[in-house]
């Protein structure tokens, strides 16, 4: 009868029993220092029992109340998995308990100072100077101050690796019950990739920052040129109030547009090197995988350029050299009695401008809206890669439209190249209009179906050397 009514015991209340046992395991943790203390608060607040090993159990102070504390060997016996928050460099004093560590589930949470700091990670270096115990790799992401404040948003994420599947399985539920959610990575030959983790500072926004950075200060330094120095150089003129809003207001758009054109050109590069190797199944060059892995930054960074732009244009008029300006036009036809007459190609044309600009960055926007996990999450893949590449392009001509307009035929007349210098805008025509060019030829037919069956698995047949590649 009795085994009757456990074989019906459901199963997921089967697993939440279990889990209600783990939490009645006895946790221990090696090292009363910040990482041990904080980890320790939080698993009692859990209903962990805890127990600390360390050196010197008479002293150790300010432990989380309700956490005993004994000398290694006596707190490792209390428990089945002992957490070890203790540098790597004092491991030296677990060998000589590695009777007691036998069969014992041993958590590396060590983080080390550099990347690929030592040829093995520090979970490898553990399981051979304790090869009896169990070692498991996790935790490591979760800081100390996380742990004790609870503001876990960021570092929610407990990555785990180890060898013994029950093992990791047993400090799997120990993070779920403290409220985080672990991330099996499999064997612990991934341990140094997730020692190396905590390390990365933005990894793949630092060549998006440094293009950005460059061309930021490039275009500075270039339309001071133009609009500042050469005014004072040939006509004695001081404009230097315009580096504040107008020369800031000229680099955004600039930075922006080419950013945007950065983020589609190597899809197109992309496309052109299949066409011509008539395969996809060949690698890409590393800088072109590089800067493919990083475009959605160089996306974000260009609308958020973008948005600049469109703020720096609203305060345009509010300015007081624009009033300024306005004023002395008006006072200056009063004096001469005359009325300028409105010319409607200059009337279009700001319009024109305008409307282009709304739609660009209009579109830019959905394009920023839909790269968020939380709605890329919900669309499938054919949606996203409409938004991302057929939107994208549409952003990308019609920003590009706008910048044409705002430029019209100053490109024609001599006087608008300030020492032999083209304005900005051509500048920032230049990779767009390569890209628009280069797409335009990607999409008609013959090149288009000849790319869609490449991607589909064909594969052009060559003569290389005698063989014949497939
Ligand atoms: P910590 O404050 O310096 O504490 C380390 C503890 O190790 C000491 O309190 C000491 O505890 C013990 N210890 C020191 N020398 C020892 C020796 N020769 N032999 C045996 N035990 C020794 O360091 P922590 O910040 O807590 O970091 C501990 C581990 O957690 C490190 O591997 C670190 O990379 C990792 N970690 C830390 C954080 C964090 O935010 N702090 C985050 C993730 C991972 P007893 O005096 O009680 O023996």
């Known amino acids: 009868m009795d085994s009757n009514s456990s074989d019906m015991i459901p199963l997921r209340q089967t697993s939440s029993r279990k889990r209600l046992d783990h939490k009645r395991d006895t946790i221990c943790i090696f090292g009363t220092g910040d990482f041990g203390r904080s980890f320790g608060m939080r698993l009692l607040k859990s209903g962990y029992p805890v127990v600390f090993g360390s050196r010197d159990p008479k002293h150790s102070i300010l432990l989380p109340s309700g956490a005993q504390v004994f000398s290694h060997a006596d707190a490792l016996k209390i428990s089945k998995i002992i957490f070890l928050a203790v540098h790597r460099e004092n491991y030296d004093f677990l060998p000589a308990l590695s009777d007691l560590l036998d069969e014992k589930v041993l958590v590396d949470v060590s983080n080390n100072i550099r990347m690929n700091q030592y040829p093995e990670s520090n979970a490898q270096y553990l399981a051979q100077l304790v090869p009896k115990a169990n070692v498991v790799k996790g935790f490591n992401t979760v800081s100390a101050w996380a742990l004790q404040s609870g503001s876990l948003d960021a570092s929610s994420q407990v990555f785990v690796c180890g060898d013994d599947n029950k093992s990791k399985q047993l400090v799997m539920d120990v993070a779920r019950s403290i409220g985080l959610t672990p991330l099996d990575q499999g064997s612990l030959l991934a341990a140094q990739e997730l020692e190396n983790y905590p390390l ?271």
């Not at 590069?269 to 160089?298: S, V």
């Not at 019209?408 to 500048?427: A, D, E, M, Q, V």
């Not at 037919?445 to 069956?453: A, E, H, K, S």
């Open 200 to 470: 990365q500072l933005f990894p793949m926004w630092r060549l998006p920052f440094i293009i950005t950075a460059g061309l930021t200060v490039f275009f500075f330094l270039y339309c001071m040129v133009i609009k500042v120095i050469y005014p004072y150089v040939e006509k004695n003129v001081d404009d230097t109030y315009r580096m504040m809003i107008s020369i800031p207001n000229i680099v955004f758009p600039i930075v922006s547009l080419i950013l945007l054109g950065l983020v589609y050109l190597p899809g197109v590069i992309a496309a052109f090197l299949q066409l011509y190797r008539g395969t996809k199944y060949k690698r890409f060059p590393n800088w072109l995988d590089t800067w493919m892995l990083c475009r959605k930054q160089l996306g974000l960074v260009a609308f958020a350029y973008g948005f600049l732009h469109v703020f720096y244009s609203l305060v345009r008029p509010l300015r007081y050299s624009s009033y300024w300006r306005l004023v002395r036009n008006v006072a200056s036809q009063v004096k001469k009695n005359t009325t300028t007459e409105v010319e409607m190609i200059w009337v279009w044309r700001a319009d024109v401008f305008y409307a282009l600009g709304i739609l660009g960055f209009s579109v830019f926007g959905l394009l920023g809206i839909t790269s968020l996990p939380s709605v890329s999450n919900t669309m499938n893949w054919r949606e996203f890669r409409f938004v991302q590449s057929k939107l994208g392009h549409v952003t990308l001509l019609l920003c590009t439209a706008h910048t044409a307009v705002l430029g019209w035929n100053k490109f024609l007349k001599p006087t608008s190249f300030k020492w032999g210098l083209p304005s900005g805008y051509i500048l920032s025509m230049v990779i767009p209009c390569i890209v628009l060019v280069l797409k335009l030829i990607l999409i008609t037919p013959c090149v288009d179906r000849m790319l869609t069956r490449i991607r589909q698995g064909w594969e052009r047949k060559e003569k290389s050397s005698g063989n014949l590649n497939i």
